[in-house]
């Protein structure tokens, strides 16, 4: 039987991906693989043991050692990752923001680099440059890189390291990829794109010149509210040493059952996607004509500053299951109000579960900013945070109208 067929289409690609780590046995070969709950590996010899350190047989098969250094349920969703986003490898991580902190450090940012980015980051990203990097000596530079002109603020501010999210949180805007790593490659920064909420069902950040694109595995890919995990990937066998480096010095690994939750929640990643969108998509047209909602913010929406970018770089009519709305009335009481209302939607902090997630920014991913510093990165009071689900369309919507009504 064979293992793998490369010219598959992604949504088979995801399903049969483990395919080649089925451990054959007398008795039957199981369709999933086993979860590998080993602390150390033993090998036949000492020099086996000895080559084994380096990670590879000498057939060039991984090889494992001691779990910090990885183990094969964890090398099995890296090779699939790496696949699904057409890198050369990749590497996972206890949670996104270790993935986020092991890139930004292969990256090279160091004391005396300079770092431009998003000033539309997740809250707990920009947390890290301004409580680690920036009193290590780390230049921290914060713009808008979701406008036209984004290559020329590259050019301008020639950072060693550019760093953004393929679509923001939680205004769901939309940066130009190939602009920006364009300008990137000229100055000779190195590119760290977040793609969390695209998921290469949408777009593969690699394809568009990047260098390492980063995943809270915890989101889409796994998807189901069980597990939490990272991943970084990269388009650069040049990077991949010191990607592999930093993770076993971080310690920050990804167990063996983690690995076993992510790798079956990839297999259905396209099919979940699919309803994502098209959920996403219905919501947002509801949510923009309802009465008691001021504006919503989806690309889907000819409104939308970055509707036609989107529809260049992801199209299908897929634009990922994530939108934020604003409520007429801007005020946390009617954000409470409405949110202690629902009754299907979960008023929880994450995204890209089964489930439709609702979030309130100000008291979750931006809770450390002032209301100013909120206002000025355009979330105002009444901003609220949907994560469509994949329950019934018409279920979500009378929930949500349900809820504004009230």
Not at 24 to 51: F, M, N
Not at 210 to 231: E, M, N, P, Q, R
Not at 247 to 267: K, Q, V
């Amino acid at each position: 039987m064979t293992d793998y067929n490369t010219n598959w289409h992604l949504d088979t690609q995801l399903i049969h991906e483990d395919r080649s780590a089925r451990s054959r046995y007398q008795t039957g070969t199981p369709t999933v693989q086993p979860i590998h709950a080993s602390t150390t590996y033993i090998h036949e010899s000492c020099e086996a043991l000895d080559q084994a350190f380096s990670g590879k047989t000498p057939d060039g098969d991984a090889a494992f050692v001691y779990a910090r250094q990885g183990n094969p349920n964890a090398q099995t969703l890296e090779d699939a990752l790496a696949r699904a986003e057409r890198g050369v490898g990749a590497i996972t991580f206890g949670s996104g923001m270790a993935a986020i902190n092991a890139a930004l450090i292969t990256a090279g940012l160091t004391s005396g680099t300079k770092i431009l980015a998003s000033k539309d980051l997740y809250g707990p990203s920009i947390g890290l440059l301004q409580a680690h990097y920036i009193p290590n000596g780390v230049e921290v530079v914060l713009k808008d890189l979701c406008v036209p002109e984004v290559g020329a603020i590259i050019r301008e501010e020639q950072p060693d390291v550019v760093y953004l999210e393929t679509i923001s949180n939680p205004l769901v805007k939309i940066a130009d990829l190939d602009a920006i790593s364009a300008a990137a490659q000229e100055v000779g920064a190195i590119t760290v794109i977040d793609s969390t909420f695209a998921t290469p069902y949408l777009i593969r950040p690699l394809e568009h010149g990047f260098d390492l694109v980063v995943h809270s595995t915890t989101k889409y890919i796994s998807g189901h509210g069980d597990s939490t995990g990272g991943a970084v990937i990269s388009s650069k066998n040049s990077l991949m040493g010191n990607l592999r480096t930093n993770a076993n010095l971080l310690g920050a690994m990804l167990s063996p059952f983690e690995a076993h939750l992510t790798m079956r929640g990839l297999r259905t990643l396209a099919l979940r996607m699919e309803r994502h969108c098209g959920n996403a998509n219905q919501v947002a047209a509801f949510l923009s004509e309802h009465p008691a909602v001021e504006c919503v913010h989806f690309p889907s929406l000819a409104s939308h500053p970055q509707h036609e970018l989107a529809e260049r770089l992801i199209g299908q009519g897929r634009y990922g299951g994530l939108l934020s709305f604003e409520l007429k009335e801007q005020s946390q009481e009617a954000v409470y109000r409405f949110m202690n209302r629902l009754q299907l939607c979960l008023p929880a902090t994450s995204l890209g579960d089964v489930f439709s997630l609702v979030s309130y920014p100000p008291m979750s991913s931006h809770r450390t900013l002032s209301d100013k510093e909120r206002r000025n990165l355009g979330i105002n009071p009444g901003c609220i945070r949907l994560s469509v689900g994949i329950e019934h369309i018409d279920d979500i919507l009378s929930d949500l109208d349900q809820a504004l009504r009230g």
